[in-house]
C-alpha cells in the first residue's frame, strides 16, 4: 500500500500459488495527517522471470484545504514516466510493433494529460 508516495503497508504472496488466480485481503487502518492518497501497487515475477507491475486508481484523501499535489509527486511522476519509456524502447520488449506503438504514444502524452498543479 502507498500513501502519496511513500509505502505504508507490505504483504508478500510469494508462497500462495497463483493457479488459477491469486486472491487475498489485507485489511489495516491508516489515518493521514495531511492531503494525499493512496493505492495498492502489486509486483509479480513470471515464470519466465519477467517482472510485472499493476496498481489501483489513486483514492484521493481530504484532510484539510490544501492541495493534494507536491512538487515531489510531481518530479517523480516525470523520472517514472522517463523509466518506462526506456523499458518500453528495450530491443525485444514487445514481440510486435503494433503492440509497442500504442503504449510508447500514451507514455509520450502523460505529461501533456497530467499537467503539473499549483505545487506548494
Not at 518500453?88 to 504514444?105: E, M, S
Request: glycine fraction near 4%; proline fraction near 9%; aromatic fraction near 8%.
Amino acid at each position: 500500500m502507498i500513501h502519496t508516495g511513500q509505502v505504508i503497508r507490505q504483504f508478500s504472496l510469494k508462497d500462495q500459488s497463483p493457479q488459477p488466480i491469486l486472491s487475498s485481503e489485507h485489511p489495516f487502518a491508516h489515518v493521514p495527517a495531511r492531503n494525499g492518497w493512496h493505492v495498492a501497487l502489486a509486483l509479480f515475477k513470471s515464470p519466465d522471470g519477467q517482472l510485472w507491475r499493476a496498481h489501483t486508481s489513486p483514492i484521493y484523501l481530504t484532510v484539510d484545504d490544501k492541495s493534494t499535489a507536491f512538487k515531489r509527486d510531481t518530479l517523480h511522476r516525470g523520472r517514472w514516466i522517463d523509466k518506462l519509456i526506456g523499458i518500453t524502447n528495450q530491443p525485444n520488449h514487445y514481440q510486435r510493433k503494433a503492440d509497442h506503438d500504442p503504449i510508447i504514444t500514451t507514455y509520450h502524452r502523460a505529461p501533456r494529460a497530467c499537467p503539473m498543479p499549483l505545487l506548494r
